[in-house]
């Protein structure tokens, strides 16, 4: 079982506006690596140097066609059904790769 610690940092846009990021240690393919917590993101996206590390590259597919700011289509790279532990919960994910 991995111990999973919480830490929340700030870190300066710019003078005026402090952010605070919630980082978390979630375990991938038995490695335990550090999650940034989005809670405004609509979707979960991975580096692909970390999906190469956590051997995760059998299960890279092509996703769906997504819209872009000029309205162009395009078919990025995912990962689907990663198998995700944080502390004492698990559920499967998917990514996409950037």
Same mark, same amino acid.
Request: hydrophobic share 30%; no cysteine.
């Given at each position: 079982m991995v111990s999973t610690s919480l830490?929340?940092? /700030?870190i300066c846009i710019n003078k005026m506006h402090w952010s605070k990021t919630i980082h978390l240690l979630v375990e991938i393919n038995n490695y @335990? @690596?550090?999650g940034l917590i989005d809670t405004g993101g609509s979707m979960s996206v991975m580096a692909a140097a970390i999906i190469r590390e956590l051997g995760l590259m059998y299960l890279v597919t092509k996703f769906r066609?997504? /819209?872009l700011h000029l309205k162009t289509?395009? /078919?990025p790279w995912g990962v689907d059904e990663v198998l995700v532990k944080v502390g004492g919960v698990q559920c499967t994910m998917t990514f996409m790769v950037v």
């Open positions: 830490a929340i940092r /700030k @335990v @690596v550090e066609p997504t /819209k289509s395009h /078919k």
